[in-house]
């Protein structure tokens, strides 16, 4: 069978069953049938899980046995190490997740070779610059990494660099074991009342700061995505790039490795500091131009340099900065201590085998990121996101192509309270899947929207009231299309669906400008229908003379003997004679049947 980026179903004997999961999914080799389709299809995400087989997850780097153990419980594990790129790309069609650390690319090929089949790829540490991010987006699959397992482990390292680099304790520790005892040559200098800039206020740059601020040193930090109070509470001031390298006596670098932050210590801006700058390293090599901190050194302007992180590693037996006389290096140990270690694997571990069970990840790199409070708080709105969006775009009629899409959430919230992305990403899912053969997910949502063309806004409506819930009410509103159920257009012009959950349970409350009160389970029927007495009956009969049953009623009108909307749940697909008959009632206008 022919897979795309998004979706892989490969030929099985073995029995599946199906599981209704809250986010993503991982697929093993199955066959799945209509019916199981339509029943993946009634919840927002279901995994398809063989019963005699577990999903396999292959391990490239080393990792802590206590992570090992985890997802040997869940998993079958495949330890492969120092594995080359084509070995990788050999093995990966043969896995449902990756683990690496920071020693294997995970390249477009990766992805590519997969087949559509890895659903997780999982860093054991926190940078994922060896991550092909666009790409992973691409096909679906989620980047999830541990990001604080070994936080403090990298700002102890980073301190241990700092204070060995200020009193020459690896060049002296040198010289002794060379057989010499140079007192005069190894004198320091002291960290009291120094400034140290920590460039990147993340997790481990906010606890050097917090060290070095014991140290007795004046902390500043450049962060442009760091609040201000969050720093300003552990008493230090966040400055601009340029006053942060021009100030200080001690740089502690502690950036991500991006296009923006690449090489961004280079010649014009080792120009800019004092002389006599001593620079910390524990982030990665590539945000310094080495050959230009070479340069640096030899002209005073950086009087030490101590490095844990290199562009190349390991790195030529040649490299002038690594046999540079007042530079420090070790080789990448920022996450090397036994407790950390540990600490990752676990964290990771946890990572992959919750994506692989389908459950929402805190630690997701290339999806919105949500708090695990926030995840357990929303799930009830994340299955009423996708509903709508399912049911939106069911409305929409043959031959108009959705454009314009607009979200409304309203709430009493403030809006710094409520992260909407998530909620956003599975509206998505709600209108893509139904009109593709496309998987969407947490991952690929904004991606796969915008390669369709398709512009989706957001709206808040702030309500008086109090926040006990997140949210009262989501609407969505597609523009500039025709609808196939006439009474779902609003006054506005466009096709709108509105619902809230009531006893954590999503329900639908508005068709066009019709009050209906639905829960979304199952599958919907929407009529347009004359208001007199007897159309439930009438249309309850049919449904049951054919073995349909029916989950509950609604009706909303503009006033007694006007119009009116009734939404039928029901728990089968009705047969199209069945909905023919429905038609053919006098009092019946229009309708539509609604798969969700």
């Known amino acids: ?68 153990d985890l997802l040997k419980d869940f998993a079958n594990v495949d330890c492969s190490y120092n594995l080359s790129p084509e070995e990788l790309c050999t093995k990966i069609s043969l896995c449902d997740a990756l683990i690496v650390r920071s020693g294997t690319k995970v390249s477009r090929e990766v992805f590519e070779s997969s087949g559509g089949r890895l659903k997780v790829v999982g860093r054991a540490g926190v940078g994922i610059d060896n991550v092909d991010l666009g790409a992973a987006t691409e096909y679906g699959c989620l980047v999830v990494n541990a990001p604080t397992a070994n936080t403090v482990a990298a700002a102890e390292h980073g301190i241990a660099l700092l204070t060995a680099m200020a009193r020459n ?55 442009p995505y760091a609040p201000a109070d969050r720093a300003h509470a552990i008493g230090v001031d966040l400055v601009s790039f340029d006053e942060a390298i021009s100030t200080a006596d001690f740089l502690s670098l502690h950036m991500p490795l991006t296009p923006a932050t690449s090489k961004i210590l280079n010649d014009e801006n080792f120009a800019k500091m004092k002389k006599g700058v001593r620079i910390v390293n524990v982030a990665r090599g590539g945000v310094i131009d080495e050959d230009a901190l070479v340069r640096a050194l030899d002209a005073g302007i950086v009087a030490q340099a101590a490095l844990d992180v290199l562009t190349v590693e390991p790195p030529p037996k040649d490299n002038k900065l690594v046999q540079h006389e007042n530079v420090t290096v070790t080789p990448h140990l920022g996450a090397s201590t036994l407790e950390a270690q540990e600490g990752v694997a676990i964290e990771i571990a946890e990572a992959v085998v919750g994506a692989l069970r389908g459950e929402l990840a805190a630690t997701a790199v290339n999806a919105p990121m949500v708090p695990a409070e926030v995840l357990t708080e929303l799930k009830p709105y994340v299955t009423l996101s996708e509903k709508l969006g399912r049911l939106a775009v069911q409305l929409v009629a043959g031959g108009s192509g959705v454009k314009s899409v607009k979200v409304t ?92 959950v009531k006893d954590g349970i999503p329900h639908l409350t508005k068709v066009g400008a019709f009050d209906v009160d639905v829960s979304l389970e199952g599958n919907i029927i929407l009529c347009r229908q004359v208001d007199q007495p007897g159309m439930i009956g009438t249309v309850g009969s049919i449904l049951g003379e054919e073995n349909v049953n029916v989950s509950f009623m609604s009706v909303g009108r503009i006033a007694p003997r006007k119009q009116a909307v009734m939404a039928i749940g029901v728990d089968e697909q009705p047969s199209k004679s069945v909905l023919t008959k429905i038609g053919e009632i006098p009092a019946i206008e229009e309708f539509v049947f609604l798969d969700l």
């Open 1 to 68: 069978m022919a897979t795309s980026p998004s979706s892989s179903l490969l030929q099985s004997r073995s029995p599946i069953k199906l599981t209704s999961l809250s986010s993503l999914r991982w697929k093993l080799p199955v066959s799945v049938s209509l019916r199981q389709h339509q029943l993946r299809r009634a919840s927002p995400v279901f995994v398809v899980v063989s019963m005699d087989a577990k999903p396999t997850v292959l391990v490239a780097e080393k990792l802590g046995q206590a992570g090992l």
């Open 169 to 223: 304790v690896a060049q002296a520790d040198a010289s002794i074991k060379a057989g010499k005892w140079q007192r005069n040559k190894y004198v320091g200098v002291s960290l009291v009342g120094k400034t140290l800039a920590v460039m990147g206020f993340g997790k481990v740059g906010t606890e050097v700061a917090r060290r070095a601020k014991g140290l007795g040193m004046h902390v500043i930090a450049h962060d």
């Open 409 to 500: 959430y309203t709430s009493a919230r403030a809006p710094d309270d409520l992260d909407t992305r998530l909620l956003r990403a599975m509206v998505t899912k709600g209108l893509i899947e139904p009109i593709s053969s496309v998987f969407v997910n947490l991952v690929n949502a904004d991606f796969t929207a915008k390669q369709r063309g398709i512009r989706i806004s957001e709206e808040r409506v702030i309500l008086d009231g109090s926040p006990e819930s997140p949210l009262e009410s989501i609407q969505v509103q597609i523009a500039n299309v025709e609808s196939k159920f006439a009474s779902a257009i609003s006054e506005s012009g466009e096709i709108t669906v509105e619902g809230r």
